[in-house]
């Protein structure tokens, strides 16, 4: 199973737009990437998932370059309440399914 | 549509005993996984479960069991506590398992366990 490495920490100031970096240098050809967000002692929560080149949803975007060993989570105009822990997973449903959760990046935004 | 729900919330045990948690999935549903988030360690993987039967199994020991019920409903056993077991338990509910794309899980709040 690919491995994913993200920055520990980041700060941002409200309004701003942020981009957290995963890299997945070995991702497999049917991996899917998928990004989470977590609150203080609340389960994870999915935001976006994608394969190839971008993906947008109302809530964040995901660029995947074509050699998809890396992807960046967009997310326009963070506000206060986008403080938490955010989560990049490589996986694929293939009858030996299983996430494998990284250290995450704790995003701090600040007014 | 009611979300995943994790029963007890919160859970206090003393070392060498056994506890159960209960996690009820979304309506429809058939896999169930559950995790272990502790502030070292981070989120771990313990065990998915697919129609009753175990698909994948994280790197915990024997100590730590569960199943799966018929209506998807699924329980984690954790015997013989160990200070370390205290952690958040996290379970998660996905529609099929089989499909490439079907990846989304959708996590419940969690059981808080300390072992004292």
């Known amino acids: 199973l690919a491995k994913t490495t993200q920055p520990i920490s980041m700060d941002s100031y409200e309004g701003q737009e942020v981009n957290i970096t995963c890299s997945h240098n070995n991702i497999a050809t049917n991996d899917y990437i998928t990004w989470y967000q977590q609150f203080p002692s609340q389960g994870p929560r999915f935001i976006i998932q994608g394969y190839k080149t971008k993906v947008t949803n109302e809530v964040a975007s995901l660029f995947i370059p074509a050699d998809r060993k890396s992807s960046t989570l967009s997310l326009p105009r963070v506000s206060l309440s986008d403080t938490a822990v955010y989560y990049c997973l490589v996986g694929a449903t293939s009858g030996t399914y299983k996430y494998i959760f990284g250290t995450g990046t704790r995003l701090k935004v600040l007014a | 549509k009611a979300g995943v729900t994790q029963t007890p919330r919160y859970l206090i045990k003393t070392r060498g005993q056994q506890v159960t948690l209960s996690c009820s999935p979304i309506s429809g549903h058939r896999s169930v996984s559950w995790y272990q988030q502790t502030p070292g360690q981070g989120l771990q993987f313990l065990f998915e479960y697919f129609s009753e039967t175990q698909r994948n199994k994280g790197n915990f020991p024997g100590r730590f069991s569960g199943r799966q019920f018929s209506n998807s409903r699924s329980e984690m056993n954790v015997s013989t506590l160990e200070l370390g077991d205290s952690a958040l338990y996290l379970c998660?509910?996905?529609?099929?398992?089989?499909?490439?794309?079907?990846?989304?899980?959708?996590f419940g709040q969690g059981t808080r366990l300390t072992v004292v």
């Open positions: 998660a509910s996905r529609l099929q398992a089989d499909l490439i794309s079907d990846t989304e899980a959708f």
